[in-house]
């Protein structure tokens, strides 16, 4: 690790309210306080209660509690987008920037020398008065941003862009392969949303455009021209932060866990995830339960108990197989780790990443869906089986392709590179 001949930052960050914005910002300020950095990080009490125990730094990384004020349309004391429907993302970001205040004089009294955000697009104008810089810093994958909110794509302020507008990337977007196909196109859709006060493409190009660089939690190996082509648009230095993973937990396994594992050989288990924002229709969830018993596989499914359903248990499809419903919340970066991969995207970002892994580098699988994104049992189990049989052809190729990327992207240095270099575009804007 290089040592810088300079003083040590003070960076503060005041990331958008949702889970999965605020994680990507507390693993980045562990990455800087590791080099003797100081973090700042303001955000509601709810989430610091649930994730401040991140903070690996506690000596050098500072929590600062924003209160979010109660607006019209805003469930009684929801903080984040995990307490509200995903429908209701409007009233809070009203109430995000009704803190406005309270953050200027947050910052106003820490007096650092950059500024971290991503959805607050009013942040620049306090730094104006204040004296810091700004580095507009983006958790999703470069690609979104790319085939989503760019000056080349023109958004009309009177209507609904249409699914054929929508599927189009922008003029001199990048990749002819990473892009939304027929009704994906929809999941476009929230970009000329209301969120807040204004719609979301302009709020973004705001936030985009009044910074001093843009950065993103990506690596050039991956999404290199990507990341080219939103500098060429913004006319920003992009400066890159590399993934930003946690360390792999230590010590051993929970016994429960431990003991059920146990019970397969390895490498047999399936694990499926779908994240705390995206909530399946009881019917929908019933067809993946399915799906993965037509595999013979054991399983595992991480998901919130479906819309229609008291629990999970009574979601569960009657008759099948023997099932043990567990709950538990596990941490997987899939490139990363040595599992075949098989990707199920709802969402833009999920799609747009799908087909990176899965059409460009040929590490992963896609399942076949149908309308509106959903699949059947059938497609599912076909696609699992696909990269689980020892003698598949495609199992085999992904494996291959996977474990090359993976020994890339694991290589000793390649991480804490990605961070030195990104401290040292963060000096040079001072």
């Not at 920003?236 to 431990?258: H, I, Q, T």
């Not at 054991?298 to 819309?307: G, L, Q, R, S, T």
């Amino acid at each position: 690790m290089p040592e810088f001949d300079k003083s040590k930052l003070h960076i503060a960050m005041f990331p958008w309210v949702a889970i999965g914005h605020i994680t990507p910002f507390i693993h980045l300020a562990n990455e800087l306080a590791k080099r003797g950095h100081s973090i700042s990080i303001l955000i509601p009490n709810k989430p610091l209660l649930q994730l401040g125990h991140h903070s690996l730094y506690p000596d050098l990384i500072k929590f600062h509690v924003v209160t979010i004020p109660q607006v019209e349309g805003l469930p009684p004391g929801a903080e984040t987008a995990s307490d509200i429907d995903i429908t209701l993302k409007s009233p809070l970001a009203i109430a995000f920037d009704a803190t406005a205040d309270q953050v200027e004089t947050i910052l106003s009294g820490l007096k650092p020398d950059i500024v971290f955000y991503d959805f607050a697009d009013w942040i620049p104008k306090i730094a104006a008065r204040i004296g810091f810089k700004t580095v507009c810093y983006n958790v999703i994958c470069a690609a979104c941003m790319a085939i989503g909110i760019v000056p080349a794509r023109h958004i009309p302020k009177d209507r609904r862009l249409t699914e054929e507008e929508l599927g189009q990337p922008p003029k001199g977007y990048p990749s002819s392969t990473v892009v939304l196909r027929g009704q994906e196109a929809l999941t476009l859709s929230f970009i000329a949303m209301d969120y807040g006060a204004t719609k979301f493409d302009v709020r973004i190009t705001a936030a985009m455009q009044g910074c001093d660089a843009i950065g993103i939690r990506t690596c050039r190996e991956l999404e290199g021209p990507m990341c080219d082509y939103l500098s060429e648009q913004y006319n920003k230095p992009v400066f890159l932060s590399g993934p930003v993973l946690p360390e792999n937990p230590k010590g051993p396994l929970e016994e429960k866990w431990d003991k059920w594992l146990s019970k397969f050989k390895p490498k047999s288990v399936v694990y499926c995830a779908f994240g705390s924002q995206l909530i399946l229709q009881k019917k929908q969830f019933q067809e993946m339960v399915l799906g993965f018993e037509m595999t013979g596989l054991p399983f595992f499914v991480a998901v919130m108990k479906p819309h229609g359903a008291d629990s999970i248990e009574e979601a569960l499809p009657e008759g099948g197989l023997l099932r043990e419903p567990l709950r538990v919340r596990i941490h997987v970066e899939s490139l990363l780790s040595d599992k075949q991969i098989v990707l199920v995207p709802r969402l833009a970002d999920q799609i747009l990443n799908t087909r990176l892994l899965a059409e460009e580098l040929k590490v992963a699988v896609e399942v076949e869906r149908g309308e509106m994104g959903w699949f059947s049992k059938e497609d599912l189990s076909k696609a699992i089986k696909s990269v689980m049989d020892e003698e598949s052809e495609v199992g085999k190729l992904v494996e291959e392709n996977h474990g090359k990327w993976r020994e890339s992207l694991m290589s000793p240095g390649f991480m804490d590179d990605y961070v030195d270099n990104f401290i040292q575009q963060l000096y040079q804007l001072l």
